[in-house]
């Protein structure tokens, strides 16, 4: 099949009612379902003699079936030279066709749509008449001269306010005022008017137009796409419209070991539109193209500027009504104004978020809150417990595709159930601890040995001809595994009965004014492992350790793919108990509380570090100490200069107290006040002297301890 040879490509924009007469529909064929919500149908056929080829397609998928609308043939020889298909029109645009108000929604009622056919060629048919001609006007309420006395015991109207009149009440009626093929001006009141046919074909169609675009359902009706091809050709025509999302379900049905298990697939399909299929191709496609939707079948009109002569000139001429006598003293104009288009714009703006560190005050080193708990290490590796997964699922293209083995036939607006997979696969039944003392779960070990990728969706399981329970998957490639929880498991019982635990400190490294410790946490874990059923079982357990661990001491160890977490596995014989006993190493860090000379030494004592990282450790514990002793003697003099700023305050209220009646024991007060000013000025320069020193002390130390990383 290849695309065919386009020739001249021609829209016919106008409502013409050549889609009315007998069309030829080409068959649906193939019907290709998405996950994002769209579908691609084909139909195929041949170009028939006599009858245009149409495309029946709802008004709502106008835009996605021009959008991609491909045409094919299998020798690539037929040429189309255009599709034809009736004009989409906004109702804002409908309304102004039909003659209407454009007030959003305003309800459309008699008199108004009588209005809008002002001028029009109609029919009428009334009582005893029907005439041809020119309406004239629709005269209404109080712009009617066409009134009638009833009697008050006889009144029935829907004038909203008759007026009485002695016994009666007059009654304006609604008339039509018709300029006659005979040039007769003729008179009809609206309730004895049976009928009002335009007679112009072309307001019919744009009234036409208009119902199409108001109708509450006008996006659900059919627009019909007329090729224009030769006739008597073979031709296939794809296009992509907006589909209900198929959805999976799985039966799986355990066998009596691993590779006996059979899975079966069905999908959920829906047919939303019209039209029956019939021995329709049905293809499931587990991927997901971009699509989205695009305004293209309707008629687009761009803004232009309004420019206006200098001197505004009337379209009304002056004298079309009346003389020059009667215009004397009367004001001629008309105002011109101009409706412009606004615009306006979304903008978006994306957030985003910063970290700053503090070095806190002098005096300390990296000093602040960490994290008491301990994470994986960067620095140490000791194991990759992820080694031990499956392979990672392989796909061989970006969409995987599932084609029904036999043509669906569907009823227009109706749902199906039905299958797209029957296979085996492999499995194992566990028993699924994810703590040790829980109730375990029944579960299934379930590898995607199929070779195609499986959909999400829920999962039934059937073991010993009998229910097991029920759970879902998320979307598995071939070769991946995923662990299905189905139920509770009474007969497999896991009881933990020790655990000791063991750290020893392995590497350290400054990070961000920080440091950071790296240890080996060892764990050793006795477990007891009961088995009541009849028949052998394995027993698995969810590990609470970082991936990046060793374990030893399980018959076999897993991972949980979808999950992120690793499983140590045991092997439990029918009507027994026993004790399980496993090591595990995890590599893990820390930070460091806060540092001080004192815990820097305590650090490198470790005979578990590096030679080179004691020795750093020590020498920036050296530079600490210098630090710490000259802090020591800031808070001395820190003391000392707050007893002297007290002296001297006291001895400037017993000077103020004297006032000017001074005498020797003011003088001595003076120079005393003075001896304690110079005191407080060589305490404050040597604070200030000890916290340089201090200073350089720490800048050493962080010095000293970047070389860790080395």
Same mark, same amino acid.
């Given at each position: 099949m290849r695309v065919i040879a386009m020739g001249v490509f021609t829209l016919s924009m106008s409502a013409s009612t050549a889609f009315a007469q007998e069309r030829n529909t080409l068959p649906l064929e193939r019907v290709r379902l998405y996950e994002t919500g769209v579908g691609y149908y084909e139909r195929s056929g041949q170009l028939g003699v006599g009858k245009d080829v149409a495309l029946p397609v709802p008004a709502g998928h106008l835009d996605d079936a021009l959008k991609t609308l491909v045409v094919?043939?299998?020798?690539?020889?037929?040429?189309? %030279?255009? *599709?034809?298909?009736? %004009?989409?029109? %906004?109702?804002?645009?409908?309304?102004a066709l039909a003659g209407l108000s454009q007030t959003g929604d305003a309800p459309v009622r008699y008199a108004e749509l009588m209005k809008s056919l002002k001028g029009a060629r109609v029919e009428v048919r009334a009582k005893g008449a029907t005439v041809a001609g020119r309406l004239i006007d629709v005269l209404a309420g109080a712009e009617s001269d066409d009134q009638e006395c009833i009697p008050k015991n006889k009144f029935v109207s829907a004038d909203p306010k008759p007026r009485p009149s002695g016994d009666c009440i007059l009654e304006k009626h609604t008339t039509l005022l018709v300029l006659t093929n005979r040039s007769e001006i003729r008179r009809f009141r609206a309730k004895e008017v049976q009928s009002v046919r335009p007679i112009d074909p072309g307001f019919a169609s744009r009234l036409g137009?208009?119902?199409?675009?108001?109708?509450? +359902?006008?996006?659900?009706? &059919?627009r019909a796409l007329r090729v224009l091809a030769a006739k008597g050709q073979d031709v296939s025509l794809g296009y992509v419209a907006e589909a209900p999302l198929w959805r999976s379900s799985y039966r799986l049905v355990l066998g009596n070991d691993s590779k006996s298990s059979v899975i079966q697939g069905w999908a959920l399909i829906h047919n939303d539109t019209d039209e029956d299929w019939k021995k329709v191709k049905v293809e499931l496609v587990n991927g997901r193209p971009d699509s989205f939707l695009f305004p293209l079948a309707a008629p687009r009109y761009a803004r232009r500027k309004l420019v206006t002569p200098e001197n505004k000139l009337s379209t009304v001429p002056q004298l079309l009504g009346r003389k020059v006598d009667n215009m004397w003293g009367d004001e001629i104009g008309e105002a011109f104004g101009a409706g412009g288009m606004g615009l306006s714009g979304v903008g978006q703006g994306g957030g985003g978020s910063g970290q700053g560190i503090g070095l806190g005050s002098i005096g300390t080193l990296g000093h602040g809150s960490g994290s008491v708990g301990a994470s994986s290490s960067s620095l140490l590796n000791v194991g990759n417990l992820a080694s031990v997964a499956s392979a990672d699922g392989v796909e061989s293209g970006a969409l995987f595709q599932y084609t029904l083995k036999s043509p669906v036939d569907l009823r227009a607006r109706g749902s199906a159930l039905v299958p797209f997979l029957h296979d085996s696969i492999s499995t194992r039944q566990i028993a699924l601890f994810n703590n040790p003392g829980a109730v375990a779960r029944s579960a299934v070990r379930?590898?995607?040995?199929?070779?195609? #990728?499986?959909?999400?969706?829920?999962?039934?399981?059937?073991?010993?001809?009998?229910?097991?329970?029920?759970?879902? *998957?998320?979307?598995?490639?071939?070769?991946?595994? +995923?662990? *299905?929880?189905h139920g509770f498991d009474l007969d497999v019982e896991l009881v933990e009965q020790k655990h000791r635990t063991r750290e020893q400190i392995r590497l350290v490294s400054f990070e961000g004014e920080r440091l950071r410790v790296h240890f080996v946490r060892k764990?050793?874990? %006795?477990?007891?492992?009961?088995?009541?059923?009849?028949?052998?079982?394995?027993?698995?357990?969810?590990?609470?350790?970082?991936?990046?661990?060793?374990?030893?001491?399980?018959? @076999?160890?897993?991972?949980? #793919?979808? @999950?992120?977490?690793?499983?140590?596995?045991?092997?439990?014989?029918a009507k027994k108990e026993s004790v399980r006993q496993i090591t595990a190493e995890e590599g893990l860090s820390r930070w460091h509380p806060k540092l001080t000379s004192r815990s820097l030494r305590k650090l490198a004592a470790g005979s578990t570090l590096p030679k080179k990282q004691r020795q750093a450790l020590s020498k920036s514990a050296n530079h600490l100490v210098e630090a710490e002793v000259r802090q020591g003697g800031m808070k001395k003099r820190r003391r000392e200069l707050a007893g002297i700023e007290r002296d001297i305050s006291r001895l400037q209220r017993h000077l103020e107290a004297l006032g000017a009646n001074q005498n020797r024991?003011?003088?001595?007060?003076?120079?005393?006040?003075?001896?304690?000013?110079? +005191?407080? #000025?060589?305490?404050?320069?040597?604070? &200030?002297?000890?916290?340089?020193?201090?200073?350089?002390? *720490?800048?050493?130390?962080?010095?000293?301890?970047?070389?860790?990383? +080395?």
């Amino acid at each position: 099949m290849r695309v065919i040879a386009m020739g001249v490509f021609t829209l016919s924009m106008s409502a013409s009612t050549a889609f009315a007469q007998e069309r030829n529909t080409l068959p649906l064929e193939r019907v290709r379902l998405y996950e994002t919500g769209v579908g691609y149908y084909e139909r195929s056929g041949q170009l028939g003699v006599g009858k245009d080829v149409a495309l029946p397609v709802p008004a709502g998928h106008l835009d996605d079936a021009l959008k991609t609308l491909v045409v094919m043939s299998k020798d690539g020889k037929t040429t189309v %030279s255009g *599709i034809d298909f009736s %004009s989409s029109v %906004s109702q804002s645009m409908a309304r102004a066709l039909a003659g209407l108000s454009q007030t959003g929604d305003a309800p459309v009622r008699y008199a108004e749509l009588m209005k809008s056919l002002k001028g029009a060629r109609v029919e009428v048919r009334a009582k005893g008449a029907t005439v041809a001609g020119r309406l004239i006007d629709v005269l209404a309420g109080a712009e009617s001269d066409d009134q009638e006395c009833i009697p008050k015991n006889k009144f029935v109207s829907a004038d909203p306010k008759p007026r009485p009149s002695g016994d009666c009440i007059l009654e304006k009626h609604t008339t039509l005022l018709v300029l006659t093929n005979r040039s007769e001006i003729r008179r009809f009141r609206a309730k004895e008017v049976q009928s009002v046919r335009p007679i112009d074909p072309g307001f019919a169609s744009r009234l036409g137009s208009a119902l199409d675009a108001l109708s509450g +359902r006008g996006a659900q009706r &059919e627009r019909a796409l007329r090729v224009l091809a030769a006739k008597g050709q073979d031709v296939s025509l794809g296009y992509v419209a907006e589909a209900p999302l198929w959805r999976s379900s799985y039966r799986l049905v355990l066998g009596n070991d691993s590779k006996s298990s059979v899975i079966q697939g069905w999908a959920l399909i829906h047919n939303d539109t019209d039209e029956d299929w019939k021995k329709v191709k049905v293809e499931l496609v587990n991927g997901r193209p971009d699509s989205f939707l695009f305004p293209l079948a309707a008629p687009r009109y761009a803004r232009r500027k309004l420019v206006t002569p200098e001197n505004k000139l009337s379209t009304v001429p002056q004298l079309l009504g009346r003389k020059v006598d009667n215009m004397w003293g009367d004001e001629i104009g008309e105002a011109f104004g101009a409706g412009g288009m606004g615009l306006s714009g979304v903008g978006q703006g994306g957030g985003g978020s910063g970290q700053g560190i503090g070095l806190g005050s002098i005096g300390t080193l990296g000093h602040g809150s960490g994290s008491v708990g301990a994470s994986s290490s960067s620095l140490l590796n000791v194991g990759n417990l992820a080694s031990v997964a499956s392979a990672d699922g392989v796909e061989s293209g970006a969409l995987f595709q599932y084609t029904l083995k036999s043509p669906v036939d569907l009823r227009a607006r109706g749902s199906a159930l039905v299958p797209f997979l029957h296979d085996s696969i492999s499995t194992r039944q566990i028993a699924l601890f994810n703590n040790p003392g829980a109730v375990a779960r029944s579960a299934v070990r379930l590898k995607n040995d199929t070779g195609q #990728t499986l959909p999400a969706g829920t999962v039934a399981v059937f073991t010993g001809g009998g229910f097991a329970g029920e759970s879902a *998957i998320d979307r598995m490639k071939p070769s991946e595994a +995923r662990f *299905i929880e189905h139920g509770f498991d009474l007969d497999v019982e896991l009881v933990e009965q020790k655990h000791r635990t063991r750290e020893q400190i392995r590497l350290v490294s400054f990070e961000g004014e920080r440091l950071r410790v790296h240890f080996v946490r060892k764990h050793h874990l %006795s477990y007891r492992l009961t088995n009541k059923s009849g028949s052998d079982r394995s027993a698995y357990l969810v590990l609470p350790f970082v991936e990046n661990a060793k374990v030893t001491g399980a018959d @076999r160890l897993d991972f949980d #793919t979808e @999950r992120h977490r690793a499983l140590a596995v045991f092997d439990a014989a029918a009507k027994k108990e026993s004790v399980r006993q496993i090591t595990a190493e995890e590599g893990l860090s820390r930070w460091h509380p806060k540092l001080t000379s004192r815990s820097l030494r305590k650090l490198a004592a470790g005979s578990t570090l590096p030679k080179k990282q004691r020795q750093a450790l020590s020498k920036s514990a050296n530079h600490l100490v210098e630090a710490e002793v000259r802090q020591g003697g800031m808070k001395k003099r820190r003391r000392e200069l707050a007893g002297i700023e007290r002296d001297i305050s006291r001895l400037q209220r017993h000077l103020e107290a004297l006032g000017a009646n001074q005498n020797r024991a003011g003088d001595k007060l003076v120079k005393r006040l003075l001896t304690a000013e110079d +005191r407080a #000025t060589g305490v404050r320069r040597r604070i &200030e002297r000890l916290g340089a020193e201090v200073k350089v002390r *720490i800048t050493r130390a962080k010095r000293v301890l970047r070389t860790l990383a +080395r």
